[in-house]
């Protein structure tokens, strides 16, 4: 019974990967999701079972049906990462009730969309993170609520507005070029959802994630001799690496601190 309702998240991420596909291409293109998707080399309208999530790319083998021109690896990538992610969500998080498990299972959606988004465009979209904000109130709320801890919330507040302002700080006293302002509001909903400590630990894992990127895309640019190399000052976007440490501390509550004291 566990296994059958573990895939049957697996299959509900799939399916949910592919409806974010269309949310993350169309998203602030004055295009409606509610469309029939079509190719964007030929335009003809995609048939159902061209839109299978992850098996109609596998079976295409990544080419259009119709003109066979190649189909990006974004739609296969995110569909499988949110079947994964809602599978463990299940298994994580199973028994904690259905209604915090659907809070963050859309949390883990808008994250999912955040991160590609940036990646793409090099912005946070302001409607999925203000979305993730009010989920992260929900989830404060909640977490203190039964039975009512109000010093908790509050510290667990406080925690939410500090990394809002330091990162706030970085982009205001870099005019841009540290960090985005969107990061900032990032940030703050990371701390709303999480508990203040993992709040903490999501954050500073966030910068030596980021850290370690930048410093092994150097390595690599220089390795290849290539033209154009990049600085730790140069434009890297900084939500992904939030995302994953924000999904590394959620799934596995690791404490940064605990890494001191093994």
């Avoid at 296994?3 to 596909?21: E, W």
């Avoid at 990538?77 to 079947?83: K, N, Q, R, Y």
């Avoid at 299940?90 to 999912?112: D, E, Y």
Wanted: with cysteine.
């Amino acid at each position: 019974m566990d296994q059958l309702l573990t895939g049957f998240f697996f299959a509900f991420g799939l399916v949910i990967g592919s409806f974010l596909n269309v949310v993350i291409l169309r998203y602030n293109t004055g295009k409606s999701i509610q469309g029939r998707s079509a190719c964007f080399s030929c335009g003809n309208t995609l048939r159902a079972h061209h839109l299978i999530p992850l098996f109609s790319f596998l079976f295409q083998r990544g080419r259009c049906a119709f003109c066979s021109s190649k189909i990006s690896w974004q739609y296969p990538v995110v569909e499988l990462c949110m079947g994964l992610l809602f599978m463990f969500s299940s298994v994580v998080f199973g028994g904690i009730g259905l209604v915090l498990l659907a809070l963050i299972l859309v949390a883990t959606s808008l994250c999912v969309v955040i991160f590609v988004y940036d990646l793409r465009h090099k912005i946070i979209p302001d409607g999925i993170v203000f979305s993730f904000m009010a989920l992260g109130f929900i989830m404060l709320l909640l977490r203190h609520s039964a039975p009512l801890n109000t010093t908790a919330m509050l510290v667990n507040l406080i925690s939410a507005f500090g990394v809002f302002f330091f990162f706030f700080a970085l982009w205001f006293l870099s005019k841009g070029s540290w960090m985005g302002f969107g990061d900032a509001k990032l940030a703050f909903a990371i701390g709303l959802f999480l508990p203040w400590s993992d709040n903490i630990s999501a954050i500073v894992f966030s910068f030596w994630f980021g850290a370690v990127f930048g410093l092994a895309l150097m390595a690599y640019e220089r390795l290849m001799h290539r033209h154009r190399t990049h600085s730790l000052q140069s434009e890297l976007p900084f939500a992904p690496f939030m995302i994953i440490a924000f999904f590394l501390v959620l799934f596995t509550s690791l404490n940064v601190m605990e890494l001191f004291t093994l």
